[in-house]
């Protein structure tokens, strides 16, 4: 793991929002080396599930990540899908049939996914910056971007990683 840039380096890249996907990315990103900053504009993680199920994909997903048997038994495991209507069933959908190391679904809150995959992101020694909202963008010809937010305008900007 690459240490933690030093106070007047700014980090190779600056993600926005700490839902999954943000966490997903972030924690990708350090784990292959890259100074990461994450800043969401909720002052503490959400209380409300926008999600709950997890698909073989992203179950797949969560394992190069390195928290997948965590996902897995955070929830219940679901092997097939049932619809119904007016009392009738209208189709049953087998999950065993995809082409995945994980023919399956778990059902878990969004709360308990992003709970996960923060003290994975944690672990990799990248923080989140909470109560952070961006403000600014702005990219240099030649240079870094440079990103200022409602709650450190001041922050260095991230170093350019190509041309």
Known sequence: MKPAPAADDGPDVVVVGA????????????????????IDKLPAPTEESRA????????EMFERVGVVDEIIDSGVKSLAMQMYASGRRLARIELGQVDSAFPFTITTPQTETERILTARLNGLGVSIQRGAELTALRQRPGGPASAGTSSSPSRPPARRLSR
């Open 19 to 38: 839902g999954p996907v943000g966490l997903v990315a972030a924690c990708e990103l350090a784990r292959h080396g890259l100074a990461v900053r994450v």
């Open 52 to 59: 709950i199920v997890v698909h073989a994909r992203s179950l």
